[in-house]
């Protein structure tokens, strides 16, 4: 599985956020109905498209709704977005304690 907005890996057991879609006949027979699809965000998606503004297209905004409710339901969910950030964050190098002095900007004062 892939998010579908950044593309990044959603592994097994990896928290993320599920959309099912399947279309149905109604008042048609025989009753048909589709495959189901099933589109998947990481956290870090989920909640940033939710803060975002509303997307074009009926069906997309239909989804994003779905995706507002439950970032706004809980914060679990935020919480998920932030420790896959601060994981991200503990990967990179920390300016200022590896020994190499950070150069002043121009400009600035140092004391
Ligand atoms: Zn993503």
Redo the contacts with the bound molecule.
Sequence with gaps: MH??????ELGVGQKSVALYMFAQTVGIRPRQKSAAHRIS??P??AVSLAMGPPPEGALNVAAWDMIRDLVGSDPALNQAAWETLSGVVGLLPATGTDGTRSVPSPGSFEF
Excluded: D, G, V, Y
């Excluded at 998010?3 to 990044?8: D, I, Q, T, Y």
């Design positions: 998010c579908l907005r950044c593309n990044c965000f990481c870090q998606c």
